[in-house]
């Protein structure tokens, strides 16, 4: 047996939600609504399928290795230059472009926990140590993470929105951090779900501006609903992200993902239909859960997490039963809760009812 490289044994693979295949054969069901990827359960914009109908004649060609276009509209709409910009294949390759740019083994990564559960992956891959800084409240705390910080980390990664808690961090105290820590480290905020955020919030651009040790991480995977494209990008100082794209696969964005996230840019109905159902649907979560007296954190992203008044292996079973796929919340360490991706209305009418109904079972049967 050929031997892995030393610190491979120690990752465990990567806990990818269930996908709708492998749920359909198990369980033997035709229809499946999967609620536990936070994708987006509207779609995508329909440019995108007319997109697709006719550029036919381009797919035989490598893909534009710099995202030229894309990589003009985004620079136009964040005003920052173009070479502050990477785009990778997913921002899950791009968390792992930061690691293997930035992390030597032995050094520290500090990790809130529980979060996003890729960059403990990536930490591992590089025989570096993961710091894991346990969330208060469910948030992520600031003060906690900068008390953990010694001469070896290297870096730091915020989710914000963090995935699975929906928490946010405040303005000032996110300001107040980024001063903190000192320059030789790498902050990366990861902010797949900044989109969904309800409240007014400001705009976290400006910090890398001031701030050559920040990258900021952001997904068309989510509001835009473009998951199977496989496209996110990543926005920093100009020397950070040359780092970074000198061991990036050069063609590792698709021509359709390009594309398809060029017109997803241009269409504001569909951007605003997702976000008027995202608020909907969690005011819906919050005041049926309250209804039922379960405990849940309200989200700045497109999933919610609460206590399911059972274990989170039995709600698992409970909704794969009815043909729908959720997160046990065991799985980042929170047991008793799960958490749901955002489907459409009705989906989420599904849920609660199913909920509702196997809590009135369970109180009838203890009476
Ligand atoms: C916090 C966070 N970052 C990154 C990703 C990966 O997104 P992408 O589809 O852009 O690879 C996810 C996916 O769920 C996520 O939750």
Known sequence: MVKERSGVEKIAPYQAAKSLESVKREYGLTEIIKLAGNENRLGCSLKVADLLKDRHSQLSYYPDPNCTELRETLSKLHQVEPEQLVFGNGSFELIALIAHAYLEAGEESIIPYPTFGWYLNVTLQMNAIPVLVPLTEFAIDLEAVTRSITDKTKVIWICNPNNPTGTIL??????????????????????????????????????????ENVILLRTFSK?????????????????????????????????????????????????????????????????????????????????????????????????????????????????????????????????????????????????
Do not use: C, W
Request: glycine share 8%.
């Open 170 to 211: 405040d303005k000032e105290s996110l300001l107040s951090f980024v001063e903190k820590v000192p320059e030789s480290i790498l902050i990366v905020l990861d902010e797949a779900y900044i989109d969904f955020v309800e409240k007014e919030y400001f705009n976290t651009i400006d910090i890398i501006k001031t701030h």
């Open 223 to 367: 509001l835009y609903g473009l998951a199977s494209f496989r496209i996110g990008y990543g926005i920093g100082s100009g020397s950070l992200i040359q780092r970074i794209n000198k061991i990036r696969n050069p063609i590792n964005v698709s021509y359709t993902a390009q594309q398809a996230a060029i017109v997803s840019l241009e269409d504001e109905d569909f951007k605003q239909r997702v976000l008027e159902n995202n608020r909907k649907s969690l005011h819906l979560y919050y005041s049926e859960l309250e209804g039922l007296g379960l405990k849940y954190i309200p989200s700045n992203g497109n999933f919610i997490l609460f206590q399911a008044g059972m274990k989170g292996e039995e709600a698992e079973a409970l909704f794969l039963k009815n043909g729908i796929i959720i997160r046990n919340g065991s799985e980042f360490g929170l047991d008793g809760f799960i958490r749901v991706s955002v489907g459409t209305y009705e989906e989420n009418v599904k849920v609660l009812e199913i909920l509702k109904k196997n809590i009135i079972e369970t109180r009838n049967q203890e009476e």
